[in-house]
């Protein structure tokens, strides 16, 4: 794969920690502007089962997609798996910004695919922030909801163009942040 033109942005942080918030309030702020692409992501769950809007898919069309090199980068977490559509490299191709929810585990493979045109932004909160929010989302119980919090390590990501983001605060703030950051590439 050539070199891309634009640069891919790997959106990462613990369940909780509100990436899909951010990204949503900086993708308001940008909407006017075509350089910025907000990708969806294919996952293996239902539309029905909440969380932010994606695109569903059954696990058999998933693996058929995957083995037919259907995703730029795909991955399992949570029982789930999930996939970036290959058609964001035409869009890297054509100079633009590409701003993706992925996992940590994927972000090494990213920076080979596209050495030097791939930035991450660490979405962190305070434990409690990220225990509440999960709670608020009504998928786990209380108990399983600190034994997640508890057995998680640190979220430490190394490496050049990492921005961490801390989301503990107006959402406003965070966005504004992110947009700001994402208008410098």
Known sequence: MG?????????????????????QEAGRLLSGDAR??????????????GGEAHIPLEPSEFEARE?????????????????????????????????????????????????????????????????ERLAHRGRE???????RLERAPPFFVDGTGVLELRNDGPLKEAGQALANFLEQL
């Open 36 to 49: 910025y692409v907000f990708a969806s992501r294919c996952i293996t769950r239902p539309t029905e089962a």
């Open 67 to 131: 083995q037919a090199g259907g995703f730029l980068l795909s991955w399992r977490a949570h029982g789930l798996a999930y996939g970036l559509p290959a058609a964001l490299a035409d869009e890297l191709a054509a100079g633009r910004v590409v701003v993706v929810n992925v996992s940590r585990g994927v972000i090494d493979q990213a920076r080979r695919m596209f050495p030097g045109h791939v930035r991450v932004v660490v979405v962190t909160a305070p434990k409690d922030v990220l225990a």
């Open 141 to 147: 119980s209380q108990d399983e909801i600190r034994e």
């Open 3 to 23: 070199s891309p033109a634009g640069t891919l942005v790997l959106v990462v942080g613990a369940s909780g920690a509100g990436k899909d918030s951010v990204m």
